[in-house]
């Protein structure tokens, strides 16, 4: 079965850092561009950062300096370092997988950030 599960998330205080990790099965992993996005409550879900197959990465301003996105092909995982922590931070964050014809979403991982 295709999918891809994040893990990683947690609640943490303001100025803290977590790393979530997003494990893809069943898909042809380097072939895809991978993202982070996040979604608070009320809000509209959002791109935080990005890194295409060739490694090129793109971050939203708001995590810029703070959050470092990485892959490694040979474990199918794409990683999110997210360091400095802020309350508007908190969101489920959602591991997604672009193949062009074929998009895939995680189920999310909710990261809470404490003030």
């Known amino acids: 079965q295709v999918q891809l599960v994040e893990s990683g998330g947690g609640l943490v205080q303001s100025g803290g850092s977590l790393r979530l990790s997003c494990v893809a099965s069943k898909i042809i992993f380097s072939i895809y561009d991978m993202g982070w996005y996040r979604q608070a409550p009320g809000k509209q879900r959002e791109l935080v950062a990005a890194?295409?197959?060739?490694?090129?990465?793109n971050y939203a301003n708001s995590v810029k300096g703070r959050f470092t996105i990485s892959r490694d092909n040979a474990k199918n995982t794409v990683y999110l370092q997210m360091n400095s922590l802020k309350p508007e931070d908190t969101a489920v964050y959602y591991c997604?997988?672009?193949?062009?014809?074929?998009?895939?979403w995680g189920q999310g991982t909710q990261v809470t950030v404490s003030s």
């Open positions: 997604n997988a672009d193949g062009g014809v074929r998009v895939l």
């Open positions: 890194i295409t197959r060739s490694g090129s990465t």
